[in-house]
């Protein structure tokens, strides 16, 4: 293989995209020269991006039509503003309504973007909303997280609402991000500038060993690319029911029994009976993924 | 703080069995002749996950009991300050315990039962984000506070000067505090005056607009109607039906 | 913020050029669209850009651009966070031949 290995985590959204679609597979909708630009970061004197910092179009995967979305993590912390919460949606509604063989959340984003605070909350309700009328429609959402701002806030929320969640041990995932607990519960809380305790807290292996996330990759764009194809061939659409939800209850409930003072991944770790916990965060994912599922095959 | 003679208000005196357990409310009411769930938090409850997987435990009860026979309105009262702030709730994935919550909510829409939330305290991001907001009808009562951060914390993580926020706040709902500017954005269908009134006819009120409204979400559209939220509508249409290539 | 115009006399850019998209907007980096113009003797170039006070510069660098590549006919449109003019310059460059990647 002559391809060069591509970073997923340093990748811009439109690099990502380009990487995972078939080559000129893809087709944007809203695309940059229609200057889409949000006028409450202008009305804030704070600069604009053309896309307002999602790409969203249609595509297609290993020869499957797909759409995709991808948040660009470098534009304000890839932050949900009317109109990028407004062109998922839209691609969500697409989606509910074309029936592609699945929608690709590539979330890099740390939730609501302060300038325009309250039509991003509401994006995301929308977002939120039409995602699951994707779902109920039989289209399956899958997210990919492996960027610098991770999925964070309300985008935290919506990745775990999809049905596949894709991830690096580089991307992370979760709800209030280290440094906002940090800062009002003090640093004994969560030290936010220990970098292997905020990966233990909220990286992709742990995810992975929760069953958060269904697929940990290494940080390499063609890995996400795989695993994006694994997913389309092998997803089988589990609609919500009462019974797949008092399932889901009862497992959630039974997490926290399992880990009842746990605050760090090392002890998940230690009770999920890997051998050796520290070991862990060096672990390259096919190790990991290896470790992980025999365990799962003793039991 | 959360007032138990909110019951007797929604419902009338003697109407209601709801029970208040910390900064969890749940139990059965009647609206005239009709049975009505009454589920939510309490007290500016920061959601944890034990909140989240009570309010959902409480939604697929309902929704069980209910199979086969008309599915009784759910109403969500809504008091909280947010998510809560912990090292090991986020390491436990509390945004998958809320997502669970929003499933839940989505399972009772589908299921039939009409959803209105009614906000009596504050309601702020996260915590509002798992339930309220994905009522099909949204009301705001007199006092409620909606907000995602206020303008102080606002203005020293955006640096931009307070005093500039407050200004442009005067005109524009997409940032400050403020079930008035929810309701501009279309987000809160109805802000309720009056505190201390009978509210009977106008929850019978929202609960009908909320069986007119099931499975369809007319927020944006509504936004735009009242002024406070333009674009979000035109996009989402502009991407939902652009033709391909076009 | 500073917004501002500028029309510089250019070569044809000639061949077919396409829309496209390069960089983006984050701290000292900046988005540069291309897409096409009216007159193709030149180059329009809006400039929007966070760091107020610097137009001559910006003059000195579009200026360069011009005379260094065919871009008659383009509309070029820059969001810009504080990018420092070899940024700029290479971003310009980067945009210009991703221009010429087949047709529209």
């Known amino acids: 293989m002559s391809a060069k290995r591509v970073s997923y985590f340093e990748a811009s959204a439109r690099a990502r995209v380009a990487a995972l679609v078939d080559p000129g597979s893809f087709t944007e909708f809203c695309p940059p020269a229609q200057r889409r630009t949000s006028p409450h970061l202008a ?15 249609a595509a297609t995967v290993d020869g499957k039509p797909v759409l995709i979305a991808a948040q660009e993590g470098q534009f304000n912390g890839g932050a949900v503003g009317e ?75 919506v990745t775990r ?27 004994g809380e969560f030290d936010s500038r220990d970098r292997s305790l905020v990966w233990r807290v909220t990286g992709g292996k742990l995810r992975r060993g929760l069953g958060e996330a269904t697929r940990l990759v290494d940080d390499d764009a063609s890995a996400f690319r795989a695993a994006a194809v694994a997913a389309l061939t092998h997803h089988r659409n589990a609609p919500a029911d009462l019974a797949s939800l008092k399932a ?28 050796q916990p520290e070991a862990v965060p060096m672990l390259a994912s096919d190790e990991f993924n290896r470790q992980l599922d025999a365990l799962a095959t003793e039991v | 703080m959360s007032d138990p003679s909110l019951f007797d208000a929604l419902f009338g005196a003697g109407n209601h069995t709801v029970v208040i357990d910390g900064h969890f409310v749940a139990g059965p009411a009647r609206l005239g002749d009709t049975p009505v769930a009454v589920i939510g938090s309490w007290d500016a409850a920061a959601v944890d996950g034990d909140l989240a997987l009570a309010i959902a435990g409480e939604i697929l009860r309902v929704v069980e009991a209910d199979a086969g026979a008309t599915p009784r309105p759910i109403v969500f009262v809504a008091d ?50 798992a339930f309220g907001m994905l009522a099909d009808r949204v009301v705001a009562l007199p006092g409620a506070q909606v907000r995602v951060m206020d303008l102080r914390a606002m203005s020293r993580v955006t640096k931009i000067e307070f005093d500039r926020l407050q200004t442009l706040a005067q005109h524009s709902p997409v940032f400050a505090p403020g079930a008035d500017n929810y309701w501009r954005m279309g987000a809160v269908h109805a802000l ?44 989402a249409r502009e991407v939902a039906n652009e033709v391909a290539g076009g | 913020m500073e917004r501002f115009e ?99």
């Open chain 1, 43 to 57: 009305q804030l004197d704070a600069p604009v991006a053309f896309d307002d910092g999602v790409v969203v179009g």
């Open chain 1, 83 to 157: 109109v990028h919460g407004a062109k998922i949606r839209g691609l969500l509604e697409r989606a509910a309504r074309e029936r592609p063989a699945a929608v690709l959340l590539l979330v890099d984003s740390g939730g609501v973007r302060l300038h325009e605070a309250n039509a991003g909350l509401i994006a995301i309700s929308e977002i939120m909303r039409a995602l699951m009328a994707a779902q109920a429609a039989g289209v399956p959402v899958f997210a990919l997280v492996g960027g610098a701002c991770g999925a964070f806030g309300g985008m935290g929320i």
């Open chain 1, 161 to 187: 609402l999809c049905d596949e969640v894709i991830m690096s041990e580089e991307g992370r995932l979760g709800l209030s991000g280290p440094e906002v607990i940090e800062t009002v519960k003090g640093v």
């Open chain 1, 248 to 275: 889901a209850q009862a497992a959630l409930t039974e997490r926290r029994a399992t880990h009842p003072d746990t605050r760090d991944g090392l002890e998940v770790w230690r009770t999920l009976g890997l051998a």
């Open chain 2, 80 to 129: 909280t300050q947010g998510q809560a702030l912990s090292r090991r709730e986020e390491l436990l994935g509390l945004n998958g315990a809320f997502a669970h919550v929003a499933r839940c909510v989505d399972l009772a829409r589908r299921s039939g039962h009409p959803t209105v939330a009614l906000i009596h305290g504050e309601a702020v991001s996260g915590g509002f984000l």
């Open chain 2, 192 to 235: 309720w005056h009056d505190a201390g009134a009978d509210w009977r006819a106008p929850l019978a009120m929202a609960l009908a607009e909320a069986v007119d409204a099931a499975g369809h979400d007319g927020r944006a559209a509504l936004g735009a109607e009242r002024g406070g939220r333009t674009l979000a509508a035109a996009v």
């Open chain 3, 6 to 104: 500028i029309t510089l006399d250019a070569r044809p850019a000639g061949a077919a050029r396409r829309s496209t998209l390069c960089g983006v907007v984050a701290s000292g980096n900046l988005e540069v669209l291309v897409e096409l113009g009216q007159d193709p003797a030149a180059c329009t170039v809006e400039v929007s850009t966070s760091a107020d006070g610097f137009r001559d510069i910006w003059e000195a660098v579009l200026a360069d651009f011009a005379e260094r590549h065919p871009a008659g006919g383009l509309r070029i449109s820059i969001n810009d966070a504080g990018a420092t003019p070899a940024v700029v310059s290479l971003r310009l460059a980067q945009a210009f031949e991703d221009s010429a990647g087949g047709a529209a």
